[in-house]
């Protein structure tokens, strides 16, 4: 399965701030990814899809791209709700499985 | 409306046998691979199972190959997790999640999740 290394683990920043997260594919390639967010005692949810693709519904604050085998989740101008936990998953290799990162938490 | 409601989860012995249920509803639940993801207390996702739309094909993380086993009925819009051998470090909520395609990408992403079903395996 192709591995994905996620930094940082966790990041504070201020209400209005640019949040970046990396993903990188290790032990193989992928070469497109999602991302998931995941609040206290819910369920993930999905927030990017195809590397770049915003999901229905998510505010367009958050984005995706990728260079090579690093794949990002930005978060423009954060807002409080956004304080959770954040997961890559490599999207291209299936079958077997789908793996994530993991997670990087977001706090304000 | 996509539902996916997931049932089973139980306080276990190690050594012990369980099975997870998920209820799907409001898609047509045979034309979707299907999945089982665990999150161990305190830590990140992991993908447990995914299992074609017809049953013909299961895939597993090497951590459970040959303790569990996933099944589903498509007439009864159901997906199955058989864990067998349990051990402690099986312990976690349980997610069921629907996995789409992204025809444009050839890309796969799980679209719907479950609540969770919580395993406690302990003597």
């Known amino acids: 399965d192709v591995q994905m290394t996620q930094s940082p683990s966790s990041v504070s920043a201020s209400v209005g701030d640019r949040v970046t997260i990396t993903c990188r594919a290790t032990?193989?390639?992928?070469?497109?990814s999602a991302w998931y967010q995941q609040k206290a005692g819910k369920a993930p949810k999905v927030l990017i899809y195809?590397?770049?693709s915003l999901q229905s519904g998510v505010p367009s604050r958050f984005s995706g791209s990728a260079s090579g085998t690093d794949f990002t989740l930005t978060i423009n101008n954060l807002q409080p709700e956004d304080v959770a936990t954040y997961y890559c998953?490599?999207?291209?290799?299936?079958?077997?499985?789908?793996?994530f990162g993991g997670g990087t938490k977001v706090e304000i | 409306e996509v539902q996916l409601v997931e049932s089973g989860g139980d306080l276990v012995q190690p050594g012990g046998s369980l099975r997870l249920s998920c209820a799907a509803s409001?898609?047509?639940?045979?034309?979707?691979?299907m999945g089982w993801v665990r999150q161990a207390p305190g830590k990140g996702l992991e993908w447990v199972t995914n299992?074609?739309?017809?049953?013909?094909?299961?895939y597993y993380v090497d951590s459970v190959k040959g303790r569990f086993t996933s099944s589903r009925d498509n007439a009864k819009n159901s997906l199955y997790l058989h864990m067998n051998s349990l051990r402690d470090e099986d312990t976690a909520i349980y997610y069921c999640?629907?996995?789409?395609?992204?025809?444009?990408?050839?890309?796969?992403?799980?679209?719907?999740w479950g609540q969770g079903t919580l395993v406690t395996v302990s003597s």
């Open positions: 999640a629907r996995l789409m395609e992204d025809y444009a990408s050839g890309s796969y992403y799980r679209d719907y």
């Open positions: 409001g898609f047509n639940f045979r034309s979707y691979w």
């Open positions: 299992i074609k739309q017809d049953g013909s094909e299961k």
């Open positions: 032990q193989g390639t992928s070469t497109w």
């Open positions: 195809a590397t770049s």
């Open positions: 998953q490599q999207a291209s290799t299936f079958p077997p499985g789908l793996t």
